[in-house]
């Protein structure tokens, strides 16, 4: 017969045995399924991307998309070459006011030196040239009206080409060229 020590469990002591092996399998089998899982995960991911790419590559293709992209880019060729022309068209503006002699001030300039018995009849500009053709009382209006001229900014020469009398009047014709005047830009 066997006694039974209801104490036993409390005298002796039991001892933990840590098994090497068990522990390795276990972080073997975790590992595996880590690295599986990771790529199917992968996977998934990998051919979802695919089906995007495939959708918008559909959508991207579609003819009625191509003709409207090849349409709009024409449009954007086109207004590259309107913006260009406009630059130009600005840029020839600003030399032609730059190299524009008759203006304003150069007008009342020219009616400053007048005197009251001289008027003019005909007023021409070509280039650098300018003709101006009037009738005066006297020929001394003339010649203080061509001095006055050349003291203006700009005027290279003032010369008397003509003056005719007639019937107490004098006609006459002055030709003015100004300087720093470069027609060609």
């Given at each position: 017969?066997?006694?039974?020590?209801?104490?036993?469990?409390?005298?002796?002591?039991?001892?933990?045995?840590?098994?090497?092996?068990i522990l390795l399998y276990t972080l073997l089998v975790l590992s595996v399924a880590g690295v599986t899982a990771i790529g199917i995960y992968n996977q998934i991911q990998i051919n979802i991307l695919k089906r995007q790419v495939e959708d918008r590559r559909a959508i991207a293709e579609e003819p009625a998309r191509v003709n409207k992209y090849n349409e709009i880019k024409g449009l954007e060729n086109e207004t590259m070459v309107f913006r260009e022309e406009v630059d130009n068209i600005?840029?020839?503006?600003?030399?032609?006011?730059k190299s524009d002699?008759?203006?304003?001030?150069?007008?009342?300039?020219?009616?400053?030196?007048?005197?009251?018995?001289?008027?003019?009849?005909?007023?021409?500009?070509?280039?650098?040239?300018v003709?101006?053709?009037?009738?005066?009382?006297?020929?001394?209006?003339?010649?203080?009206?061509?001095?006055?001229?050349?003291?203006?900014d700009?005027?290279?020469?003032?010369?008397?080409?003509s003056i005719d009398n007639v019937e107490d009047n004098y006609n006459f014709v002055l030709n003015t060229t100004f300087k720093d005047v470069n027609i060609d830009e």
């Open positions: 017969m066997v006694d039974l020590n209801f104490f036993e469990p409390y005298i002796e002591k039991r001892e933990f045995k840590f098994n090497k092996m600005i840029a020839m503006d600003k030399n032609i006011a002699i008759i203006s304003e001030n150069l007008l009342s300039e020219i009616k400053s030196k007048m005197p009251e018995d001289l008027f003019l009849t005909n007023f021409n500009a070509s280039g650098r040239d003709h101006i053709s009037g009738v005066a009382k006297s020929s001394n209006s003339i010649a203080e009206f061509s001095k006055g001229l050349g003291f203006i700009d005027v290279e020469s003032v010369f008397i080409s």
